[in-house]
Structure formats: C-alpha cells, structure tokens
C-alpha cells in the first residue's frame, strides 16, 4: 500500500469527536501527499514556536549571538578606576542574577575596587516582559524569565550587588541609566548563540525563550518600538510576504502559543518546515533542535514504540484548556527514503485521544 494510500485510510478511520485536520508533503520529492482538512486554521498551542524560532533564525541568521558586554574608561591605579564603568545589557534569556558574578570578578581581576565616575547602564528593555492579554494567569512564571527580562529595577539592583559581592565599591549615585558612549574599551563580552535559544524553545517547549525570541525580533526589526508588537508584526508578514501564506483565518498573537487564540493550519505549519528545510542553516537548527520521538525533549514518553523509536523529529503543541488542544509538526524518512514534513491538530478533544492520532499518523508515515 502507498503512503498516499495509507493516509487515506487513516483519514477514515473512526476516531473521537472533534476538530481534526492533518498534512503531508514530501522535501524530496517537492510536492504534496495528502491532507485533510489541511487548510482549516485552528489553535496551534506551542507548535507556534516553529514560526516564531524559524523567522527568527531567518531575520537574525543562524550565526546571531546575544552579547552581553563590560566596558572601562579611565585609567586604574592602586585599586582605583580614574573612570566610568559601563554595562551594556543586550538581550540573552538565560542569565539569570547569579552569573553577574562572572562579570564582576573580572572587573575585581582587571584591578578595579573603586570608581571615581559613573556605573554606566545601558539596557536594551527597561520595562519588565508582560503577559500577552488572552494567556492563563498560571501559564507561565514572571519568576522563570532570564533577568533582563524583568525590568530595570531588577537588573540594577542584580549588577549592583553582584560588584558588592566581588568588594568592588559602587554607591547609589554613581548608577546611570545611559547608552554606553563612544571611546569606552570592552574589556569583557559574553556571547551565547541563537542555537541555545532555539533548543530550548523547541525541543523543551521553553514559553520563557519563545517570548525572549519574540522580543528580539521586534528589537531587531524597530529598536524604537514595543518589541512585542513589532515581533508579532513581523511573524504575520513573515507568514504573508516571505511563505505567502494569505489566509485572514491564520492569527497570530504572541511567540510562544499560549495564546489559545493562535491560529495556524496544517499545511501553513508545513510551509514553515518547507522553508527551513530549503535554507539549510535553519534546517541544520531545527534538526538538532527538535524533539525525537522516544529519546528526547517533549517526546521522550512518546513514540517509544519500535515502529517510531528514534525517527520522528517534532515539535509538540498541547494546550489543556479552555478544551483539548493538541498539535504535533516536524520531519521524518519515509519507507522510500523520501524526507517528509508533516503536521497534525486536534481541538476540542481529549488530549489523550489526540495523541492516539498523533502517533497513528507518524506509524503511517515510517511504515
């Protein structure tokens, strides 16, 4: 039996109550091998984070890096920094208050116990990240965010006490709040590359990182605009411009899908991984970067079966309310060796269920 064949009778099979739709394309072959109801746009949960991580990596590159960077001017002598110092705080998710340490004792290393200027900060965001106004009060933790995510204040207070700690004397009216200027030397700059991000976006559904990727785009896009309007702005015509994906019933809200007004369809979801996969740096990301079935991330419980142990590469999508809401999207080789992108959603089931379908639909694809 075909796989074309295949899909038809799984298509047909009795199944649960509920909105159900799913497609298939084939990379290798460049063409489609079945849907159903492939164009019916439906609430996409985290599998959103396959637009927000692959437009990312597109607008931003592959090689992008978060910096985050110290900077002296003036001379030092005897403990003393005849000078200012200087913070500039860019946009990297993951550091949280304890690894200013790292910041400071190199600052202590350079000679410095004393300024007689200014504590120069210059943040890329001052305002603390905000709920998307549709999310779950108990969806997602402000206490989980990476620290410079959660305002001014926070970060001031974090650099503040980490320099204390390290015996380097700042006093409160030495802090402020400026762009670091021309003619000040980096003396110490830590990068941490967009594939951390994206790993933990996609292959630990990370909420906390989809909405930092959400807000790095919007930055990049228009540093002088509300970067979560200017990154959703950009995902919508990333859907419309660069995919050509027209459809007025796909919505998009937020980076990160816990807007359960989100609406992707089968087959646009597919057009995201077809774009990844025809621009191989992206693709090489969402290779490493997604879950596989039975081994790791999201899918580790999941499709431990023989039948599809090792071979499926998604991202997962489950929202339990305000009803059902399941969505898987990713890759796998056919029995022809063809590589194919395939996605699935159920609403308005049980969660239970739907991974029943899940998992029939990707035995279909590998068999």
Not at 37 to 64: F, I, P, W
Not at 188 to 202: A, P
Not at 323 to 335: E, F, K, R, T, W
Request: hydrophobic fraction near 35%; charge should be positive.
């Amino acid at each position: 039996m075909s796989l074309r064949q295949r899909l038809s009778e799984f298509s047909i099979q009795p199944r649960t109550k509920g909105q159900f739709a799913f497609y298939v394309y084939d990379l290798t072959a460049d063409k489609p091998v079945y849907g159903y109801n492939e164009n019916q746009a439906m609430s996409s949960a985290s599998c959103l984070k396959l637009l927000s991580g692959v437009a990312g990596l597109h607008l931003l590159g592959t090689d992008y890096f978060y910096k985050t960077s110290v900077y002296v001017r003036g001379d030092v002598k005897s403990g003393m920094l005849y000078g200012d110092l200087g913070f500039k705080i860019g946009l990297d998710p993951q550091i949280m208050a304890p690894d200013l340490a790292q910041f400071a004792k190199i600052i202590k290393n350079k000679g410095i116990g004393k300024l007689t200027g200014k504590l120069l900060i210059d943040l890329t965001i001052t305002e603390p990240v905000r709920s998307e106004e549709h999310w779950y009060p108990w969806d997602l933790s402000f206490s989980r965010y990476g620290l410079f995510y959660k305002g001014e204040d926070r970060v001031v207070q974090a650099i503040k006490s980490a320099l204390r700690m390290q015996g380097v004397q700042v006093v409160d009216s030495q802090v402020v709040m400026a762009v670091i200027p021309r003619g000040m030397r980096c003396v110490y700059q830590y990068k941490r590359s967009i594939g951390y991000v994206t790993q933990r976006m996609w292959k630990h559904s990370s909420n906390t990182q989809a909405t930092a990727m959400l807000y790095t785009i919007g930055h990049h896009v228009n540093p002088h605009a509300d970067p979560v309007l200017a990154g959703v702005d950009y995902l919508r015509t990333f859907l419309r411009d660069t995919l050509n994906l027209k459809d007025s019933s796909l919505v998009v809200h937020d980076g990160c899908g816990l807007c359960t007004f989100n609406r992707l369809s089968p087959r646009s979801l597919t057009s995201i991984l077809r774009f990844g996969y025809l621009h191989k740096p992206i693709f090489q990301r969402l290779y490493s970067d997604l879950s596989v079935s039975g081994v790791d991330g999201t899918l580790l419980h999941s499709f431990q079966g023989p039948k599809t142990k090792g071979k499926i590469r998604a991202k997962t999508g489950t929202l339990s309310h305000p009803y059902g809401i399941s969505s898987l999207a990713g890759y796998c080789q056919g029995s022809n060796g063809h590589l194919l992108a395939f996605a699935i959603m159920d609403t308005e089931m049980s969660v239970l269920d739907a991974r029943v379908l899940q998992r029939k639909l990707c035995e279909a694809l590998v068999e």
